[in-house]
C-alpha cells in the first residue's frame, strides 16, 4: 500500500484548491479503520500538522487553517480529502497524507504554492 498525493497548483490568495489522496493497494478492510491525517511542509521549516479525521469522520484541524480547510474521506475509494479556501501565502508548502498505520511511508506530496 503506498499513498499519492495530487490536486496541488499555484493559486492566489484567497483562492481554492482540493487535495486529493488514493491509498493505492488498500482493501476496504484496511482502509476504513485508519485515521487519516494532512501534513504540510514549507522550505526550511519541519512538517506540521494540518488536519485529521478518524474513522468515526470526527476531524481535528490546526488552528491555522481552522474556518478555512476541510478533511473528507470516501473508504469507497480508498481516498481523503482537503478542501482548502481562502488559501493565504503561509500555506504555500508540500502537502503530505499519512495513514495511522505506522507500516505505509509518506508519498511525495503535492505541492500548493499560493501567491498574494
Known amino acids: 500500500v503506498y499513498v499519492v498525493e495530487s490536486g496541488g497548483g499555484l493559486v492566489q490568495a484567497g483562492g481554492s484548491l482540493r487535495l486529493s489522496c488514493v491509498a493505492s493497494?488498500?482493501?476496504?478492510?484496511?482502509?476504513?479503520?485508519?485515521?487519516l491525517s494532512w501534513y504540510r511542509q514549507a522550505p526550511g521549516k519541519s512538517r506540521e500538522f494540518v488536519a485529521s479525521?478518524?474513522?468515526?469522520?470526527?476531524?481535528t484541524y490546526a488552528d491555522s487553517v481552522k474556518g478555512r480547510f476541510a478533511i473528507s474521506r470516501d473508504n469507497s475509494r480508498k481516498s481523503v480529502y482537503l478542501q482548502m479556501n481562502g488559501l493565504e501565502p503561509e500555506d504555500t508548502a508540500t502537502y503530505y497524507c499519512?495513514?495511522?498505520?505506522?507500516?505505509?511511508?509518506w508519498g511525495q506530496g503535492t505541492q500548493v504554492t499560493v501567491s498574494s
Open positions: 499519512k495513514l495511522s498505520d505506522p507500516s505505509i511511508s
Open positions: 493497494g488498500a482493501i476496504f478492510s484496511f482502509f476504513s479503520p485508519q485515521t
Open positions: 479525521i478518524t474513522s468515526d469522520r470526527i476531524t
